[in-house]
Each structure stands twice: as C-alpha cells, then as structure tokens.
C-alpha cells in the first residue's frame, strides 16, 4: 500500500465522476460554446453571488489573471510573504503583470487590516509605486491549513474600501474553510473583488480552477487567458468533473479534516517531532529536531511506503484528500509507531 500524502492534488476521478466527464456534451470552449464549461461557470458564479466565471487550467493561472486584470504596470501588490502568489506562481506578479509585490509577515500567513495599513503607500509619494490590490489566500498553505473568518475579511475589505484597493481571494482550498465555519459562500462573494477556486484539490477533479468575479473584470481576464495561450476546446470533459465535485465532494471534506487531525494525534507521539502547527484543516506540518534534515526524513518515509514533502529545512508536510482512507491512517500508525528507530532520528 502506497499512502501518498504529498497534497490534495494526487486524487484519482471517481467512478461516477468518470461517469460524468464521458458522458458531458462538448463544443469549443475559445468559441463560447461548449455547454458543459458554460454550465459550470454559471454554477460557479451562482454559488458565489457573483457575475461571471472563467473555467481555467489552474489555480495559478486564474490568480495570475486576477493579479493581471485588477491592476497596471508599476502598481504594488500587497500580499503576505508566505503566499501562494509570491512563493509558489514563478514570480508571475513581475512577469505577467509588470507588478511589485509588498510582502506582509503576519500570523501563519493570514494579513490583518493593521497590517495592511502599513504597506499602503502615500499615492501622492512619486517615488512609490501605486498600492493597487491586496491578495488572500484561504486556507493558508504555508499556514499549516489556517483560515480566514467572514468577519476577519470583512475587517480588510473595510481597510481596501478606505484607500481604494481591490481585494482578491486565491481561495485554492476556500471549502476546506467553509465546510469548517460553515460560513455561506454568497458572504464571500460580497466581500471579494474576485474569487480564485481550485476543483483539483480538496475537491478531487484531475484539472481546473474558476476565476469569479464582475462581468468586465471576466471579460477583460478572458482576453487575458488567450494572450497567455490558456484557451482550450472541448474542455467540458474537464467542467463535468467540476460540477459533480461541487455537487458531492464539498461536505465530505470533514472527512478530510477528521483524518489529518488523526495523524496529528500519530504525531504527537514520535520522539522526533518537536513542534505540530495547529490542524485547522487538511494540512498537517510538523517540524523535526536540527539533527534531522526534512529531506533525509520524507525519503526514509518512502521506504516506508508513505509519501510526503518538504516545507522547510526541518519542516514536513502531509495532505489528506479524497483517496485517503480510515484503513490508511491506520496503517500509517502501524508504520510510525511500530519502529526500533525512527527514520533519521538518533
């Protein structure tokens, strides 16, 4: 048994969302019609009480067209250091958007209005750039899963409606939030500017994320997805999968969260884990004493027929999701606890 914990990104289509991709009616999606891409974005932007959608490729791709529509060359980004936009997208906000970056450091990576404050610049000051946006991200990544509260964000829109900035969310994992407050997806949709939502993540679809935001705002990020070669045909294989996520794989990740606060309980138990961040979601990171490179750990793990990554010099990071099961926690007990010695550990 492989137990592949390395992300959310790893799941299989089930049968019955294979079901669905075979069985989608298709066109051209860079011609407007193919139903089935239609339909899901409709969904999409209904769920959120939003205008528009745009069925993309990835969850990069949909950011890096939010960060790209929202401003112009030589305006400042203000986004939180350990960002998925700034650690993880290959510097698109200076490529794609001829755009700075001012880098927050706030709590596991979730921004604050005070701390906001302090990055907007004086528009009058000719020797800065113009603070344009401001990007979240929900759940935070690099935050070990943590995740914004409506009236947290509320707080910040109020912050971006005082000076004048647009607010976008990389919801990536943003039901893993949801299903854990409970809070509506139309509160959402109120607060953001636009709304990046990934489907092959948590969700378990094999490729896609939705761009949501005002009519124009997706208009202008359509014409911007065909510049950067993102247009593509008979895409509602790929929308199928999106719609029967979004109707049967948003509640089941309790499940998720239920098994990674599990291996967390696992964890807590190993002589060489020193430190757990809180599991607030399906993300479990934890740290290793200084004797113990991260990398030397994940692949000893791997003789073991577990699969992680890195997350730092002593970090690890685990995933569960959706091929994740109860008989693979289990498993995965009887492989950590079970041994003379711990992998690396002396």
């Not at 690099?142 to 409606?161: L, S």
């Not at 994992?173 to 489907?199: H, K, M, W």
């Amino acid at each position: 048994m492989i137990i592949d914990l390395r992300s959310d990104t790893v799941t299989h289509p089930t049968p019955a969302m294979r079901e669905a991709m075979f069985t989608a009616p298709l066109g051209d999606d860079v011609l407007g019609d193919d139903p089935t891409v239609n339909a899901l974005e409709a969904k999409a932007a209904s769920l959120f009480g939003m205008e528009a959608a745009l069925f993309c490729a990835s969850g990069t791709l949909t950011n890096q067209l939010a960060i790209r529509t929202h401003t112009r060359p030589g305006d400042d980004v203000i986004c939180d250091y350990l960002s998925h936009v700034y650690q993880y997208e290959g510097g698109g906000i200076s490529v794609n958007a001829l755009a700075s970056t001012s880098l927050a450091h706030g709590e596991r990576g979730k921004l604050t209005p005070d701390l906001i404050r302090e990055y907007i610049y004086n528009p009058t000051d000719s020797h800065k750039p113009l603070s344009r946006l401001v990007v979240l991200e929900n759940t935070v990544n690099k935050g070990g899963g943590c995740y914004y509260t409506v009236p947290e964000v509320a707080a910040i829109r109020q912050v971006c409606n005082e000076n004048g900035l647009i607010l976008h969310l990389d919801g990536a994992r943003l039901f893993n939030a949801l299903v854990e407050t409970g809070e509506p997806t139309t509160a959402y949709g109120q607060l953001f500017d636009s709304i990046s939502i990934c489907l092959s993540k948590g969700l378990g679809c094999p490729v896609g994320s939705l761009l949501l935001g005002k009519s124009d705002f997706i208009r202008q990020a359509r014409r911007f997805r065909k510049l950067m070669g993102g247009g593509w045909r008979q895409a509602g294989f790929l929308a199928a999968a999106g719609i029967y996520a979004l109707d049967h794989h948003v509640d089941r990740l309790k499940l998720d969260h239920a098994r990674a606060r599990k291996i967390g309980a696992i964890l807590e138990r190993l002589p060489e884990v020193v430190e757990i961040l809180p599991i607030d979601t399906n993300i479990v990171i934890f740290r290793l004493p200084e004797t113990i490179l991260a990398t030397d750990y994940v692949q000893q793990l791997e003789t073991k027929g577990i699969r992680a990554i890195t997350f730092g010099k002593h970090l690890v990071r685990f995933v569960t999701h959706l091929d994740f099961t109860d008989e693979m926690v289990a498993e995965m007990e009887n492989i950590l606890t079970a041994r003379a010695a711990p992998p690396g550990f002396s």
